[in-house]
């Protein structure tokens, strides 16, 4: 006798019934097939156009400026030369301060230059004054001035000198005493007495001096001695060029020397009054 559980109960006879093999997934699978290659193809024929269309147009180039402020938020560093950026607007301010600094120490310099050439001529003019040589003083003078026709013929007049005013008019009686002796000398046609007065005058000279009227020789001379006197050789000279010819010739070489003594004088005041200039012209210069 079986056992009841081995027996179940009939299977409907469609369930022995062979099954299709192609069935609704099959189709459903082969449809997402097609789609799959049909979506390949489309992609592989529309891709490199695309890239070559977004070659041709970039468009994404306003992304380059955004790496240099990442960069200088992530690294400080990178900020330092940013301070440069307004060197294009500073440089002509620099030009201009460097060209004003240029010419404020071209001005001190030629300032100075003047006053070293001032305070060389007064020297000069302090040194000629004496009755010696003073080339020393002159060369120091060239040295800090340019050249000038003053300053050759004081370098000239420099090497032996002159006599001073005061030997001037120290010197001059004598020669005034033997240049009247000269001017009274008779002439041709004189008697014996005109002689032998001029004789005894040669021996003792006498003239007269001060304030003489006239145009004599004794008036002449006394003018000139007081002009010497005052220090005005011109005026001194101007009496000497109405002496008679005899008289000029004694008081030649008194002449001579109180005409050198004259031409350091003018030079050396000359170039000392344009020193001055000078630098009154540079002070003025350097304080604008």
Known sequence: MSDASDISAPKDPAAYRPR??????????????????????????????????????????????????STASATPLATAPAPAAPQPAAAPEL????????????????LAQAAAGALAAATVAEASQGSGPFAEEVASLAAAAPPSPELMALSRLAQSGAPSRTALAASFPD??????????????????????????SKV?????????????????????????GDGDL???????????PAARREMAPWRERAERRAEIDRDAQALRAHALQELAAETRASGA
């Open 20 to 69: 299709p093999l192609l069935g609704a997934t099959f189709w459903a699978m082969i449809a997402l097939c097609v789609l799959c290659v049909l979506a390949g193809v489309a992609v592989a024929g529309f891709l490199p156009r695309w890239w070559a269309a977004r070659g041709a147009h970039p468009a994404p180039a306003v992304a380059a400026p955004a790496e240099p402020a």
């Open 95 to 110: 030009q201009r301060l460097s060209a004003r600094v240029g010419v404020l120490e071209s001005r001190q310099s030629h």
């Open 175 to 200: 020669y005034a005493a033997r240049a009247a002796s000269a001017g009274h000398a008779p002439g041709g046609k004189a008697g014996w007495m005109d002689r032998i007065g001029y004789m005894l």
């Open 204 to 228: 003792v000279s006498l003239r007269r001096v001060g304030d003489v009227p006239g145009d004599s020789a004794d008036a002449l001379l006394a003018r000139a001695e007081r002009a010497v």
């Open 234 to 244: 011109d005026r001194a000279f101007r009496a000497l060029d109405r002496l008679p």
